[in-house]
């Protein structure tokens, strides 16, 4: 099994920065893809950003290029989403996930943690 228990969200302006981290446990063949989704009230789930465990590599929403930045520790079994330059469209609960097999766009999460929540005022 596989725990994932967000941090980091809060309340800014437009303008600010916000870093969420997520502690992860579990095996680690289940975590080979970690993530940032969030979900804005009335609207669909969407994916962030994605970072591959042991390649590295990274994937973002094209609504967030530039301005957010996924990064893991793995000696502290944590991820990281960096958000800066934060605009009022970017206000959601953010959620923490990890995937097996599936990565980048096509990420499909076998695990989701509790979300945190993101307000950002104009």
């Known amino acids: 099994q596989v725990q994932l228990v967000e941090s980091g969200g809060g309340s800014v302006q437009a303008g600010g920065s916000l870093r969420l981290s997520c502690a992860t446990s579990?095996?680690?063949?289940?975590?080979?893809?970690m993530g940032w989704f969030r979900q804005a009230p009335g609207k669909e789930r969407e994916g962030v950003a994605t970072?591959?465990?042991?390649?590295?590599?990274?994937h973002y929403a094209d609504s967030v290029k530039g301005r957010f930045t996924i990064s893991l520790d793995n000696a502290e079994n944590t991820v990281y989403l960096q958000m800066n330059s934060l605009k009022p469209e970017d206000s959601a609960m953010y959620y923490c996930?990890?995937?097996?097999?599936?990565?980048?766009?096509?990420?499909?999460?076998?695990?989701w943690g509790q979300g945190t929540q993101v307000t950002v005022s104009s």
């Open positions: 579990g095996d680690t063949y289940r975590r080979n893809c």
């Open positions: 970072i591959g465990r042991f390649s590295g590599l990274t």
């Open positions: 996930a990890a995937a097996r097999v599936s990565c980048g766009a096509a990420m499909r999460p076998d695990y």
